[in-house]
Structures are given as C-alpha cells and as structure tokens.
C-alpha cells in the first residue's frame, strides 16, 4: 500500500505561487509516476502536471510556463510550484500514484488552493 499527504495549499492573490508537497510512505517502490490533479468546483477532474522515475515531465498547457512539478526521493516527497497564479487555478489539488497497469491508484486526500482577484 501506498500513502500520500498533500500540503501547502492555501489563499492566495492573483500572480502569487505558492508550492504543493506530497510526501509519499509504504510501498513506494511500486509507483512508477506521480502526478498533480486539480478539480475545480462543478468541473470534471483534470491533470495537471506529471513526473516520470527518471524525472521525464509534461505539463498540461494552461499550467505550461507557470507551474514546475519536481521530486525528491531522498525525501519521497513530490512538489508542484506554482507561479503567476490566476483566479481560474482555484481548486482542490490531489497528488496521485501510478501503478504498473498505468492507472493512477493511489490517491491523496487533496489539498485546497484559492486564488483571489
């Protein structure tokens, strides 16, 4: 089993940055990416950024340029900095495993983030 906690979310004005931390515990060996999702009120769940075992990483284009996903494994800790925040990037923010049959399995329990006009 795999165990993630999210942190860092919080209220922020618009052009602020602010960085998410998702620190991973248990069977950590068994996730091959790790991924930042979003999902805003009344809007469907949507990935944000993505970070591979050999540190390969894509991001979608409304983050490209603003948000930087990086990891650090002596401290299996995965972190999203976001830049230039924008009103639209309000959401609830969830760091999320994959596993060997590609699905994203392992989930954490989210982390709010608010960006205020």
């Known amino acids: 089993q795999v165990q993630l906690v999210e942190s860092g979310g919080g209220l922020v004005q618009a052009g602020g940055s602010l960085r998410l931390s998702c620190a991973a515990s248990?069977?950590?060996?068994?996730?091959?990416?790790m991924g930042w999702f979003r999902q805003a009120p009344g809007k469907q769940r949507e990935l944000v950024a993505t970070i591979t075992k050999d540190g390969s990483t894509n991001d979608a284009d409304s983050v490209k340029g603003r948000f930087t996903i990086s990891r650090d494994y002596a401290r299996s800790t995965v972190y999203l900095q976001m830049n230039s925040l924008k009103p639209e990037d309000t959401a609830v923010y969830y760091c999320?495993?994959?596993?060997?049959?590609?699905?994203?399995?392992?989930w954490g329990q989210g982390t709010q983030v608010t960006v205020s006009s």
């Open positions: 999320a495993g994959e596993s060997s049959n590609g699905e994203y399995d392992y």
């Open positions: 248990g069977s950590i060996f068994i996730i091959n990416a």
